[in-house]
């Protein structure tokens, strides 16, 4: 998978995800700022994995950017 070197578009799978979905990058210091921000909380994390993985692909859905006029 290509690396976006702006960023990665929201719903576009991340180029750093290992097959299990983990980051291979986790420890790196090239691992993006909005990555290592991201704080996990009880709210996004639930009490799954596919409740996480619902939770952020909402977060990506709702910031995506306004479309052009």
Do not use: N, Y
Request: glycine share 6%.
């Amino acid at each position: 998978m290509p690396l976006h070197p702006q960023g990665k578009p929201a719903g576009v799978r991340c180029g750093h995800l290992t097959e299990d979905l983990r980051c291979a990058i986790f420890h790196e210091p090239t691992r993006p700022r909005v990555c290592a921000s991201l704080r996990p909380e009880p709210e996004m994390c639930g009490d799954s994995r596919e409740h996480a993985l619902v939770w952020i692909a909402e977060l990506e859905r709702q910031t995506l950017p306004a479309p052009p006029r």
